[in-house]
């Protein structure tokens, strides 16, 4: 397909940008498999000369992955391990969206709450962890709450600059031509933020799944991968950590390429 065409109205080339992106992805999705095989053949290598059991080759490692995901237990870990992510997630998201706005459009308060934001983005997530199990109990929403609090200053804190950067020319032309609150909104304001909500979106995605499975491991949780890996740490299973590690970072992976990297591209669309 070309990737040019000339336009009748004008007589001037123009570039075929739908052509253009395809081709992106594909020169990205080559050198992306070219780099993982690489790495597979240069993994191959070092277990074949190491030979020992703790260092497992990629046969033996998907061969690992292949019986758990027959027995069916990969699956049943995989789901309850996604479930605490996305609940997780989507609460972080909210509410620290919500502060970041807040914060970002209100300069007094933003000078109140900035040393707040400082002092829970620098707690480490095994004291929030630990702190919430104590006072919550062993329960699934203290995972979820746990997980959400170590992600919810980062989002606020990268939303907070969205609001900070909203253009004020396009407000005041907003209001001269009375679009009103929900056309501002949907036309002036969120187009705004939107690159701002995306990259928020894609660093909590690969924050939340980290600390899930951290909260998985020590809670006491009978489903998820952070208990597999646990387990099989105490056994000094190398090849099922592996297993399980790789595949949720899989799954994660296709998360990333197939729903956020393209709503980052489309939130992106309407700059120049």
Do not use: C
């Not at 980062?154 to 253009?167: D, P, Y």
């Not at 809670?219 to 890996?229: E, F, P």
């Amino acid at each position: 397909m070309s990737l040019v065409r000339k336009s009748s109205a004008t007589g001037s080339w123009q570039v075929r940008s739908g052509s253009l992106a395809a081709g992106s992805w594909l020169d990205r999705l080559a050198w992306t498999a070219l780099s993982l095989t690489v790495l597979i053949v240069l993994w191959a290598i070092a277990a074949a000369i190491a030979q020992n059991r703790h260092g497992p080759g990629p046969l033996a490692v998907f061969q690992v992955m292949a019986g758990e995901a027959a027995s069916g237990a990969l699956w049943v870990h995989l789901s309850a391990t996604l479930a605490r992510v996305l609940a997780s997630f989507v609460i972080a998201m909210l509410i620290g969206s919500a502060i970041g706005l807040a914060l970002g459009r209100n300069k007094l308060a933003d000078k109140f709450f900035d040393a707040w934001l400082v002092l829970f983005l620098n707690l480490p997530a095994l004291v929030i962890i630990a702190l919430s199990y104590v006072w919550l109990g062993p329960w699934e929403t203290t995972a979820i709450t746990a997980v959400a609090i170590n992600k919810i200053p980062n989002a606020a804190v990268q939303m907070r600059e969205g609001a900070r950067n909203l253009s004020r020319d396009l407000d005041e032309m907003a209001l001269v031509y009375r679009f009103g609150w929900w056309k501002t909104l949907r036309y002036v304001t969120l187009p705004q933020l939107g690159p701002f909500f995306a990259a928020a979106a894609r660093s909590g995605l690969a924050l939340v799944w980290k600390i899930v499975l951290v909260v998985e491991a020590l809670g006491g949780h009978s489903k998820g991968v952070g208990h597999q890996i646990f387990t099989a740490f105490q056994s000094f299973d190398v090849a099922v950590i592996l297993a399980y590690a790789l595949a949720f970072i899989a799954v994660i992976q296709f998360v990333e390429f197939g729903a956020l990297q393209p709503m980052q591209a489309r939130l992106n669309r309407w700059k120049r």
